[in-house]
T-cell receptor, first 113, second 114 residues
Framework: GESVGLHLPTLSVQEGDNSIINCAYS??????FIWYKQESGKGPQFIID???NMDKRQGQRVTVLLNKTVKHLSLQIAATQPGDSAVYFC????????????WGLGTSLAVNP | KAGVTQTPRYLIKTRGQQVTLSCSPI?????VSWYQQTPGQGLQFLFE???????NKGNFPGRFSGRQFSNSRSEMNVSTLELGDSALYLC?????????????FGPGTRLLVL
């Protein structure tokens, strides 16, 4: 079946370094992707999204890159801060599944001071 | 605008009981989605309601049901609770236009079934 998955369940980085969280998807018809951040005890919080007609989109300290050829997307966090410690989820949707978001399992990012 | 609100925040039930969870979406949002989140399974999609109609449904048994009211508020019900239903239940609201489909999540209801 259709899937969205993260490459690593955990990632540890030093404060100030850049973080890269990767995600792969199986359905080439997926045309919308979104990244969420979930801190302990809270619901997922929207970070950034990207449509398939784009390769790159930048936000504040975050960049999402989409490679449709290999069905891969990544979230880059610049100058990672302790407050970035959380679980990060990617999700994708397409018109074929009535735009239902298919979620990955999440990557837990730990920022070491 | 106020965010998505969910009530109650915490709930303890015993096996066999039923439970109703409530979600109030962001004002103006007509789509409400429900998810079950457990440590090993991530976010599992339950269902989505749009304008009082179920638009999408996940792969959960019939014990899980939902509805949406004319003011877009939504409820989900779980009957005959099982231990495995212990989870964080998340509600998300979406504006749902051709250009907008970002889901905004509430804090969740943490359900513990004993």
């Amino acid at each position: 079946g259709e899937s969205v998955g993260l490459h690593l369940p955990t990632l540890s980085v030093q404060e100030g370094d850049n973080s890269i969280i990767n995600c792969a998807y199986s359905n080439s018809a997926s045309d919308y992707f979104i990244w969420y951040k979930q801190e302990s005890g809270k619901g997922p919080q929207f970070i950034i999204d990207i449509r398939s007609n784009m390769d790159k989109r930048q936000g504040q300290r975050v960049t999402v890159l989409l490679n449709k050829t290999v069905k891969h997307l990544s979230l880059q966090i610049a100058a990672t801060q302790p407050g970035d410690s959380a679980v990060y989820f990617c999700a994708g949707a397409n018109a074929g599944n009535n735009r239902k978001l298919i979620w990955g399992l999440g990557t837990s990012l730990a920022v070491n001071p | 605008k106020a965010g998505v609100t969910q009530t109650p925040r915490y709930l303890i039930k015993t096996r066999g009981q039923q439970v109703t969870l409530s979600c109030s979406p962001i004002s103006g949002h007509r789509s409400v989605s429900w998810y079950q989140q457990t440590p090993g399974q991530g976010l599992q999609f339950l269902f989505e309601y749009f304008s009082e109609t179920q638009r999408n449904k996940g792969n959960f048994p019939g014990r899980f049901s939902g509805r949406q009211f004319s003011n877009s508020r939504s409820e989900m019900n779980v009957s005959t609770l099982e231990l495995g239903d212990s989870a964080l239940y998340l509600c998300a609201s979406t504006l749902r236009t051709s250009a907008q489909e970002t889901q905004y999540f509430g804090p969740g209801t943490r359900l513990l079934v004993l």
